[in-house]
């Protein structure tokens, strides 16, 4: 390989990472990295001084050009909107931080800041960067960087979930979700949804979902007996792990009907993310690489 591509391609996860964290789309993210090769192919590398803070800088631009696409396309979005879930590894995982970053309910309070703002928190609190590398990325000074790092932190901090919750608590929700819906006894999922569960489904005006959140546990309850109540064919589930996080896939009949995220604190599952919108399901059957 030639030093760009070779320079391209390992820090390409990377990359991808920057992108997805701030758009919640694996295909823009995608999109965004094509116009990052682009862009760099055409970059006299004897001027580069430091390769990896180069390359985020321009996919930091083309994802922040692509956010005001989403902006519109979100505005006419049937129903809620949720991130693109990703299929991941376990090392994702167990990077908390990476993990936490990723998390469905991370993401959705990303969706609450400004471009900018998303751009320096992503960047400064996820990946590290120095405010004068976030400072050429975004076109402001490192003093503005400064004071919309404080604002974004800040702000994500009044709204993420608080506290780490152990892989056993994880594992033992996931578990007895899944016993729940394999049994139909849907009964027990009282014993494990926190009191102000907050339940999201994105059907994309595709596939029904859940027009507004569900919250408390026995509204999110009631929701899934509806919802088995009325399935038509087999259901089977199947234990993954989505954007660092415990997941659920859901076939029907063996084909791929969705897939449902969930939060966990201290043992109890306080969100649920139910993703049914076939467009955004094409990253839960084949693992997707993540880094930091």
């Known amino acids: 390989m030639d030093s760009a591509t070779e320079a391209f391609v390992a820090h390409r996860n990377l990359l991808f990472t920057v992108a997805y964290e701030m758009l919640g789309s694996a295909a823009d993210a995608e999109d965004v990295l094509q116009e990052t090769w682009l862009r760099w192919v055409g970059v006299d590398l004897a ?11 321009i996919a930091t631009r083309q994802a922040l050009d692509r956010l005001r696409t989403l902006a519109r396309r979100k505005e006419s979005y049937v129903g809620p909107w949720l991130p693109e879930p990703l ?6 995982a167990e ?7 990723v998390s469905m309910s991370m993401m959705l309070v990303l969706e609450t800041l400004g471009p900018i703002e998303r751009a320096v928190f992503v960047l400064r609190e996820v990946f590290d960067l120095g405010y004068d590398e976030i400072a050429e990325a975004v076109d ?11 604002r974004a932190r800040a702000h994500v901090a009044e709204r993420r979930p608080r506290g780490i919750v152990s892989p056993a608590e994880t594992r033992a929700a996931l578990e007895a979700f899944q016993r729940a819906v394999e049994t139909g ?6 014993d494990i949804l926190a009191p102000d569960v907050v339940a999201l489904g994105d059907g994309g005006g595709v596939k029904q979902a859940v027009p507004r959140p569900i919250v408390g546990a026995d509204k999110v309850v009631r929701l899934f007996t509806a919802g088995l109540n009325a399935a038509v064919g087999e259901i089977s589930v199947e234990p993954v792990q989505v954007n660092g996080g415990p997941a659920l896939l859901i076939r ?12 966990v604190e201290d043992g109890l599952i306080t969100g649920l993310y139910i993703v049914r919108n076939p467009e955004k399901l094409a990253r839960v059957e084949r693992e997707t690489t993540l880094s930091r």
């Open 140 to 150: 402001k000074t490192p003093a503005a960087v400064r004071q919309i790092a404080h």
């Open 252 to 263: 029907r009949n063996g084909e791929l009907d969705g897939i449902v995220a969930m939060r």
């Open 47 to 57: 001027t580069v001084r430091d390769q990896r803070a180069y390359l985020v800088r």
């Open 185 to 190: 006894d849907l009964q027990n999922l009282l």
């Open 95 to 101: 990077d908390v931080e990476l993990a936490d970053s």
């Open 87 to 92: 299929l991941t590894a376990p090392d994702v």
